[in-house]
């Protein structure tokens, strides 16, 4: 059995196979944010493997894959932590591929930039769905918030390229809906730091 569970969302039959990963497809059409950030979050209840992370239907893993996850779980073992993240590849058409570097790990810093945490993203399953339960639902963007929860309970970095992000001009993460969806994100998350102290 393995370890790790991709979540995928996508409006087409998800036919993804990644070796050593269950591919847990939710096949939907996602008309706003809302519907995405429910439908993320109710996919994330399913899993079932101690560790997760989301995969969009039109990215992809680098070869290795497997050893990048693996170097997650061992860190987030070694270090207590309920998050790893890695470095991504961004790929756009026309241009060439760009490693977008990150950073250790500070809840502070993360709170205003959200993609310090961006792709990949492993979670700590039982974590993650404790956190997730509890999230408020509508017009919000599930890894910002998601993310930086987790990074309350312990995250790390490693430097390994990890994914790679198809990004593409007219993709659902362009859209106006999404960018207030982020903002309500940030909105949340300052509302969560100031009552935490």
């Not at 070869?63 to 270090?79: E, F, I, P, T, Y």
């Not at 709170?111 to 017009?139: E, F, G, S, W, Y």
Request: proline share 4%; with cysteine; charged share 20%.
């Amino acid at each position: 059995m393995s370890l790790f569970t991709a979540i995928v969302l996508s409006a087409k039959t998800i036919t993804l196979v990644l070796p050593g990963v269950q591919v847990l497809g939710c096949t939907q059409v996602l008309r706003s944010p809302a519907e995405l950030h429910a439908t993320r979050l109710k996919a994330l209840a399913k899993v079932q493997t101690p560790f997760c992370f989301y995969l969009d239907d039109d990215d992809a893993l680098p070869d290795g894959h497997l050893s990048v996850l693996q170097a997650c779980r061992d860190k987030m073992q070694v270090k207590g932590a309920a998050l790893a993240y890695t470095d991504e590849i961004v790929r756009e058409a026309g241009r060439a591929d760009v490693r977008r570097t990150t950073y250790d790990y500070d809840s502070d810093l993360h709170a205003v930039r959200p993609m310090l945490v961006h792709h990949l993203a492993v979670m700590d399953t039982a974590k993650a769905q404790t956190i997730a339960a509890d999230l408020p639902r509508c017009n919000f963007w599930t890894e910002h918030m998601l993310y930086w929860a987790l990074g309350r309970l312990g995250a790390t970095y490693v430097y390994r390229t990890g994914y790679i992000w198809n990004r593409n001009p007219r993709g659902f993460s362009r859209d106006p809906r999404i960018l207030a969806a982020q903002v309500m994100s940030s909105r949340w998350i300052a509302m969560e730091r100031r009552g935490a102290q």
